[in-house]
C-alpha cells in the first residue's frame, strides 16, 4: 500500500485468480489511517477466496460440493444468503447463469477438440440451479442430483469486491475505485476535480467510456481461454442450458449498484444476447447493459 502527493493511496492484492487494485482518495483523512483501511477492505477479499474458492479444500464451498449430494450440508448466515441469491438471480435470467456450472466448465476448461456429445450431455445432467434444495430454517444446502458443482466464477468475484467496498464505506472512505481483474471494477463518489471515474471498455470496437459514480462495472467476454476445432473458435463461458460454450458475442457489458448483481448479469447478457436487453432493464431496475458483436 503506497500514498501518493496526490493524495492518492493506491494498494493491490492477487487473489481469486486475478489481480485486485485500489484506489482510495484520501482528502482529509490521514493517509496512514486510508492505508490501514484500505488494507482490510483487501483483507476481506482474501477472507472471502478461502471460503468461496472451488480449488481450495478447506472452503465452505468445497465442503459443500463433497457432501450435498449425500445430506444436507449447514453454512453460515452470510454464504446461505449468498447462496440464495444466486438461485434467485438463476431464477430471473432464465438459466443464463447458473452457480451449479462447476461440471461443465471443467469439461470445457481442459478440452483441446469438441468433447463427445455423451460427456456433454453427462456433464450438463449435472447442472441445474432448480437442483438446489435451500432451507431457510435450518441454514443448509443440498443437492437433489448426484455430481453437482457449484462454480461462482465471476460472481464470486464481484460478491467479494461489494463487502470490500462496504468495508470501505464503513470506514468513511466516500471516494476510491477497486478493480478486479479486467472485468470488473467499482466506483465510490469521484476522483478529485472531477464528476466520476471513467473507465475504458477495450474490448468493443465503439471505445465506449463508462462514468462511474457509486456504482459498477462488469463486463464478461469470450475471448481468453479458447480453442479452435472445425473452422470454429470456443471460449469458457458456458450456456448452462445447452451445455456448449458461446460462440457468437465478443463481450457484454453491465453497469448497476452493486458489482455481484453486474457480474451475473454480463454473464446472463452474453448468454442471452442483446434480444434480453429488454428483460434486463424490467427485471432489474437501476442495471444497464451492452452487447458487442464480432
Not at 143 to 159: P, Q, S, V
Not at 192 to 207: C, H, I, N
Request: aromatic letters at 6%; hydrophobic letters at 45%; glycine letters at 10%.
Amino acid at each position: 500500500m503506497t500514498a501518493t502527493d496526490d493524495g492518492l493511496v493506491r494498494a493491490a492484492i492477487d487473489a481469486m485468480a486475478t489481480r485486485f487494485e485500489l484506489v482510495i482518495v484520501a482528502g482529509d483523512m490521514d493517509a496512514g489511517r486510508a492505508r490501514a483501511i484500505g488494507e482490510e477492505a483487501l483483507d476481506e477479499i482474501a477472507r472471502l477466496e478461502h471460503r468461496l474458492s472451488l480449488f481450495r479444500p478447506s472452503s465452505d464451498i468445497a465442503g459443500i460440493n463433497a457432501w450435498a449430494a449425500e445430506r444436507p450440508v449447514k453454512v453460515e448466515p452470510a454464504l446461505f444468503s449468498l447462496l440464495q441469491r444466486c438461485v434467485a438471480l438463476s431464477a430471473a435470467c432464465e438459466g443464463a447463469f447458473d452457480p451449479t456450472v462447476g461440471s461443465l466448465s471443467r469439461l470445457w476448461k481442459a478440452a483441446t477438440t469438441i468433447p463427445p456429445s455423451s460427456a456433454i450431455e453427462a456433464a450438463r445432467c449435472r447442472a441445474g440451479w432448480q437442483h438446489v434444495i435451500l432451507d431457510a430454517d435450518a441454514s443448509t444446502i443440498r443437492f437433489a442430483r448426484k455430481g453437482m458443482t457449484i462454480d461462482l466464477g465471476a460472481a464470486g468475484k464481484g460478491y467479494a469486491i461489494d463487502r470490500a467496498i462496504a468495508v470501505l464505506e464503513s470506514q468513511g472512505i466516500a471516494r476510491a475505485l477497486l478493480h478486479g481483474g479486467t472485468s470488473s471494477v467499482h466506483a465510490l463518489g469521484a476522483p478529485p476535480d472531477d464528476t466520476g471515474w471513467r473507465v475504458g471498455w477495450s474490448g468493443d470496437s465503439r471505445g465506449n467510456v463508462f462514468e462511474l459514480r457509486d456504482g459498477a462495472l462488469s463486463v464478461s467476454a469470450v475471448h481468453g481461454r479458447v480453442f479452435s476445432s472445425g473452422g470454429r473458435t470456443y471460449g469458457h463461458v458456458i450456456d448452462p442450458r445447452t451445455g456448449w460454450p458461446i460462440e457468437r458475442r465478443l463481450s457484454a457489458a453491465v453497469t448497476g449498484p452493486a458489482s455481484f448483481e453486474c457480474d451475473v448479469l454480463s454473464t446472463a447478457l452474453l448468454v442471452h444476447g442483446a434480444d434480453w436487453l429488454p428483460a434486463l432493464q424490467a427485471r432489474f431496475p437501476g442495471y444497464e447493459g451492452l452487447v458487442n458483436l464480432p
